[in-house]
């Protein structure tokens, strides 16, 4: 039989004509090229994925003879690609009119060298009943010599889930391919699919719906995201705002020109401020335009930290002028030497020494914008007497004694140590002043070792020990002789000896004098040790390290008696009274001394 024969009897078997189909895109679809099996197919794109139930179609077909009595081809399976080879549908047909014995196997021709095998294979509806539609048979190179068979539908297994019904499009397609159809997922069935909602792949290749909730974490995804960014732009802005700043690239250069200023303002500086932290707080206190125009006029100069009385709104050369001028400007400032005692002194020769209390008057009294600020001396007595000693800070191994003199301003005497105060607030109280000035003395003391008792070889107690180290203080002007003169009194009051220091009567008196007589040597009080024995009530004066070291460790000797002979502060020590008094004699001489000398 001829190709062309071949063909048109073909066409006459199947019930499906060809007409009114594409046959090139039939073609595409079943045409192997290369005599292999292709895999092009489309799938529909769902919001699920599962599995398709495959089909195949191993149904045995009735044996037609051939002319020559050749046997048909036999098909087979494309068992090394995995699955079924293309498949040819079959249109049914009418019963053959010679009826094939039961007992008669189905025989299958062998193929044919010079045709291509082929198979068919069918998608049955598990789940209802449809009536089975085959695809036309499409053109083929080479057709075989068999008569058309009717296929008979295989029922396969039914999958977890709904089954695409192979009336669809696609299962159309899939089965004109040839292409075994190995799985679809999808939902519980295909009507349940919103066909009109959009779609968009995923990263696994499979599709999913753009429901309302995955709108809303999205939605809720970009929001974070923004705020993060929104978060990260605000610390960089901030982070270059304040970096430029710090450069002083943003700083103004406002600066006034009225030297005469608006008004006073007390300015606080911190100790070890930068000229950056000042032109900062005085910009801040509107004394000056802008920190630059200060940085710019101080020009590099050392410049003290406190509190400075100063004029707002005026030049930033002015205001660097008032800053160094000395004291001139500067408030609440008090320097303390080392001996100084609480109260104003007048001397012998009419020169008045100012106590620490007037000096810490003189510093925080200061009038701002017609108003007075800062404490009076009358003030500062009052708190020193009549406040407690805790609230005035005064340390623990001093507070027993100071209570014994309740009422009394001096029962703070020695407490201050010597030394600069730079921080004074002038609108502090009288009692804040006191306590500020006894606590801070107090960490003094302790660095200079005065409560390690330890390390005290005196055998005094700490607030005896800074009542020794006062008198060795006010006794003698060498600091060489301040461990001689400790050891004079240790070795007195081991004898039980009266003191008879000149400094502890002079503490009494109206007018001190180094040559001492009169009422101030007759004095009956706590303080004058010509008339009592044992150590004053309290020190004499205020207390520096040096005479404090002095007394904590003395020098060794034996001596009962000194005396300064000379204006230079040359004194001269001596164990018996005899030698004491050929001393003195040489103090009598260098007119230094005029009572008692012969």
Known sequence: MTDERHRNRHREASDHPTEGLDLERLRYFTQPADGKPHNRHRRRRTGTTGQIPVVRTDTPRSERPRPDGAQAPQPTRNVAEGRAPRPVPRAPQAPATTPRPADRPVRRPEPASDVEPVDTFHMAAPRRARPQRIAPTPPV???????????????????????????????????????????????????????????????RGRVRAHTPESRRRRRKRRTVLAAVIAIMLVAVVGVGYYGLRAAGMLDSRKDYTNAAGTGD????????????????????????????????????????????????????STAVQMLTDGTTHRVGRVVVPEGLQLDTKKGADGKTTPGIFQMISDATSVTVNGQKVGVSVDDLQKAAAGTSAQEL???????????????????????????????????????????????????????????????????????????????????VAKPDDYAKVARVILNRLDKDQRLEMDSTANYTA??????????????????????????????????????LEATEHPEDGNWLYFVTVDREGTTLFADTFDQHKRNREQACDNKLLTTGCS
């Open 141 to 203: 190179d080479k057709q075989l010599d068999t008569a058309p068979v009717e296929p008979t539908p295989v029922e396969a297994p039914v999958a977890s889930r709904t089954p695409v019904s192979p009336d669809s499009y696609e299962t159309r397609d899939y089965q004109s391919a040839g292409v075994a159809l190995e799985s679809i997922e999808t939902d519980e069935s295909y009507d349940s699919i919103d066909h009109d909602q959009p779609i968009s792949p995923t990263r």
């Open 265 to 316: 303002v007390i300015v606080d500086i911190p100790q070890n401020s930068t000229l950056k932290d000042f032109g900062r707080i005085l910009a801040d206190d509107n004394v000056v335009g802008s920190q630059r125009a200060f940085i710019n006029a101080a020009d590099g100069q050392a410049i003290s930290g406190g509190y400075y009385k100063l004029r707002t709104e005026i030049p930033a």
């Open 393 to 475: 800070g005064v340390p623990d191994w001093a507070v027993a004694d100071v209570e014994k003199l309740n009422g009394d301003h001096r029962r703070i005497e020695g407490l201050i140590a010597p030394g600069t105060w730079e921080t004074i607030d002038p609108h502090m109280s009288a009692t804040q002043i006191l306590q500020q000035l006894i606590s801070q003395s107090a960490q003094r003391f302790a660095q200079w070792g005065l409560s390690d008792q330890g390390s005290n070889d005196s055998g005094l107690t700490p607030y005896q020990t800074l009542v020794s180290a006062s008198v060795v203080e006010r006794e």
């Open 510 to 547: 109206t007018v001190t004098n180094i040559d001492l007589d009169g009422e101030a040597y007759k004095s009956d009080n706590a303080w004058n040790t010509y008339q009592m024995k044992g150590l004053p009530a309290t020190p004499i004066g205020a207390v520096g390290e040096r005479a």
